[in-house]
């Protein structure tokens, strides 16, 4: 069974720091890009991070850009978001996704749970 | 970046009936677009990819169409596990960006 579980969500002040994880199984997971999409409780999605197989191409939508860093182990079958400077507006859930191409800029056929971070004094 | 924008916000259908989206790109998005369906607390499902085409085990029901800038989704005859919201997402350009949702509901 193809699965994406998030990990690392969790309270934190503004200005602190925190990661989050994503472990993948089943699929191969050197094969596909990945991406990380979040969604405010009760809105819409927004695009935060996506990068491909091979960590070569990387892109940050434009609200967490300098804050916020993407990264994989394929040796883990893992993808990671460290984020930084959080802010009350980054306050979601934050779905981990797999992308159906080797790059990162398609769509997502498969999406995790999420991870609930929530930014607050 | 490409701004995309679904309408109506929210549409009241009787089962059995057609319902039909909209979702339109502030640029062209050509036929790189995507739609999702969410249901409460769960993650978003693929629908359907490059403006039309079904996603694995997707139901002939759903049905997309479009291109550039003016895409539907079109459900033919909603069934009670279709009430939920749909999300349209263009893939032609970083970064890549969602509509704000249609949230389908029983008239």
């Known amino acids: 069974e193809v699965q994406l579980v998030e990990s690392g969500g969790g309270l934190v002040q503004p200005g602190g720091s925190l990661r989050l994880s994503c472990a993948a199984s089943g699929f191969t997971f050197d094969d596909y890009a990945m991406h990380w999409v979040r969604q405010v409780p009760g809105k819409g999605l927004e695009w935060v991070s996506g990068?491909?197989?091979?960590?070569?191409?990387?892109g940050y939508g434009d609200s967490v850009k300098g804050r916020f860093t993407i990264s994989r182990d394929n040796a883990q079958n893992s993808l990671y978001l460290q984020m930084n400077s959080l802010r009350a507006e980054d306050t979601a859930l934050y779905y981990c996704?797999?992308?159906?191409?080797?790059?990162?800029?398609?769509?997502?056929?498969?999406w995790g749970k999420g991870t609930t971070v929530t930014v607050s004094s | 970046e490409i701004v995309m924008t679904q309408s109506p916000a929210t549409l009241s259908v009787s089962p059995g009936e057609r319902a039909t989206l909209s979702c339109r790109a502030s640029q062209s998005a050509s036929r790189k677009l995507a739609w999702y369906q969410q249901k409460p607390g769960q993650a978003p499902r693929l629908l359907i990819y490059?403006?039309?085409s079904r996603a694995t085990g997707i139901p002939a029901r759903f049905s997309g169409s479009g291109s550039a800038t003016e895409f539907t989704l079109t459900i033919s005859s909603l069934q009670s596990e279709d009430f939920a919201v749909y999300y349209c997402q263009q893939y032609n350009n970083w970064p890549l960006t969602f509509g704000g949702g249609t949230k389908v509901e029983i008239k």
């Open positions: 996704t797999k992308d159906v191409s080797m790059k990162a800029g398609f769509y997502m056929d498969v």
């Open positions: 990068i491909s197989w091979n960590s070569d191409n990387i």
């Open positions: 490059g403006a039309s």
